[in-house]
């Protein structure tokens, strides 16, 4: 895992874990939801990530398509795959994704590194 | 093809034919591109309809959940195939998606009679 | 009650029960959250649904704004206090929410009526 | 003026109006300034309108395109300089803008009737 | 005060003065009105500074969630009533809010050291 | 060039040339059609570049607006102009664009070092 990686699963971790230590019943319920749907199900995990990550292009987060990018990564996506679902966030969500792609793809590399 | 169904695609072709009809060329190159990020490649094309699905969920956008809810109809998506699109979509734009859901689903039963 | 107000809940009544019947088990964990997070507790109810409105108003959504204006009339909130909430969100969210907070205030009055 | 024009800006006069009897001070100054910045300055009002249209687009809200269509129609925009405007929010909102480009189009058709 | 607090309100100060420095009338303005929406009035202070933090997070703005957090805490907000106000902020917004929550959580730590 | 454009740049053309590199027809025509709208035509490249300018504000993408900053100066956009659409930015946005108008006048300032 190259540096850059792991550096984002620590911090992520790290401000998860604090969230959770405020015991907040409504908030933990949240996360144990988030977790729920990208189970296998009728839907398998892989297309589950897609999914995420398609989302996560159009509303611009970061954080949310690195997170989704390791999961498809061990979901076994590839890089065409990749592609595909950037173009699509890209054509959905217009150039304002495009530093938000840049970056994506940025990490994809690391990824695959 | 329920009325409101064939009202929908009605009023989408014949405003689609009016905008294309001003021939501003990079208009019509954007709506070239916007079909082809569809079709099946390597991703095939009912996972690329999900994911304009769960993409318009996310971003609000009632005629663009329409149409990609006809397409997937098309493509086979299942009734559970559709919830746990809607499900992830939920959970990932949260209860402001809920309005739109609600929608959504009159929608996808009209498909289904 | 008025009739749009009446119309604008069973409308919404009908559409969430469709949802629910659905059973998908992630989207009623959801729904379930979404009423437990404005129960008075540390905050209460009226300052929640206030928080629950003003949300609505900076991300535009009417359905949204419906129906935390009617929680806030249940919940004791004065015309001023409404006028206020409004004036922050119409802040925070720019020119582009007025659209939202006419309707907001047609809403309104419907409910004083 | 057609029709459709004229229903358009008498509901959002009568709205406006009713908010502005609310005498709130802080929305009576958003909306003082909300004129203010489209009036002829270093910019001309032509240019200023065109911002405010393109902004709406890319926003998505379907009130604010319509009330700067008929502004930019009032300073003399021509129908190649609004297929321009519209094919640079389509580019940067991406296909997400398209249903509401469409109404956008529609609208201006009716303002050149 | 901690000295990411400290760095954060220098450099959101320095910034707005050079914005001011520009004396355009309308930016003053609406600077002017930013300011006065938060006065205590009909809701008081601490009410309008969640209804700022509930926007800040639902709109996921980092700086603003930072700048109504010291405001916040100025005036009195405890950390179960900051745990509520993110949980309706992550039901609203969803899990696209979370990274924005994070970050939250961790600003607000700093606050109380 | 200050260092600080300089380094923007490179960053941006390092990594646009990454995803060129692979060689998605759909994303190479993207690419292709956010250039050509920009270009001199019935609105000549400075208009159009506050349009990018002042959709990027509201959107509040900060890569967005310093590249459109940049080819705005290129184009011979003046202070004052640049005054004027960040002003309509900030009305129609909303209070929540403020951090991305302060980033966007610092770095307009080194455009103008």
């Known amino acids: 895992m190259s540096d850059k990686v792991k550096k984002f699963k ?3 971790e790290r401000l ?3 969230i959770l230590s405020r015991e907040n019943v409504n908030i933990k319920r ?3 939801i988030d977790s729920a749907v990208y189970r296998d199900n009728v839907l398998d995990a892989k297309t589950k990530e ?3 990550l ?6 611009r987060c970061d954080d949310c398509i690195s997170y989704h990018a390791i999961r498809s990564k061990e979901n076994g996506v590839t890089d065409e795959e ?3 679902v950037m173009s ?8 304002i994704t495009v530093p938000h792609i840049r970056r994506a793809y940025d990490f ?3 990824l695959n590194n």
């Open 30 to 32: 949240f996360f144990g």
């Open 108 to 110: 994809w590399r690391e």
């Open 16 to 18: 998860n874990a604090h």
């Open 88 to 95: 699509i966030g890209l054509v959905i969500g217009g150039s």
């Open 54 to 59: 398609v989302a996560s292009v159009v509303l």
């Open 82 to 84: 990749f592609d595909e």
């Open 50 to 52: 897609l999914l995420g």
């Open 10 to 12: 620590e911090e992520r």
